[in-house]
């Protein structure tokens, strides 16, 4: 599962990446149209491999991959319209479909409980817990005992409690060395 999860996020970001690219490309060049194509194949990966994501069904389908079936009709309707040479419904689906994608994005990354925002949050936790420390070495207040050579005890248990590893839980993206890791 881990696999399925990675090329999601990589197909994702990809297409958020290139989406980008394309609205500021000018359009109908050939360039537009192979980045086009580009996209369409991220798009294609980011809700096909969201089939095998299924941590908020309890190992079945949920709504989210109602969403991606509609993302997988959407990119055909919108392949088709091109080619028929309605480009303003071609444009309205495109649109609609990368709107989507920075929307289920934000959410995923937003929303409690989901492994992108518990691994982000972690890290944030992480970040803002070091902060005060480098900030008071840089300051120069920070004290240190150091006694025949060695820090305190005091420090060294707090040490220790800094450098232990975050435990993996269910759906934590954390990962261990082995047991007891």
Known sequence: MATMVGMHLGAAVAAVLLGVGILFMRRGTSRHRWVGRLWVAAMTVTAATSFGIRELGGG???????????????LVLAVVAIRRGDVSGHRRQMLGLYAGLVIAGGAAVLMPG????????????????????????????????????????????????????????????????????
């Not at 079945?60 to 959407?74: D, E, R």
């Open 60 to 74: 079945h389908l949920s709504w989210l991959h109602a969403l991606a079936a509609y993302v997988l009709t959407g």
């Open 114 to 181: 989901r492994a992108l925002n518990s691994a982000l949050a972690q890290m944030w936790h992480h970040e803002a817990a070091a902060a005060p420390d480098s900030a008071r070495r840089a300051s120069g207040t920070e004290t240190s005992v150091i006694r025949n050579g060695r820090n305190s005890d005091k420090q060294a248990g707090a040490l220790k409690q800094t450098q232990r590893a975050p435990e993996a839980g269910p759906g934590s993206l954390a990962m261990t060395g082995g047991a007891g890791a």
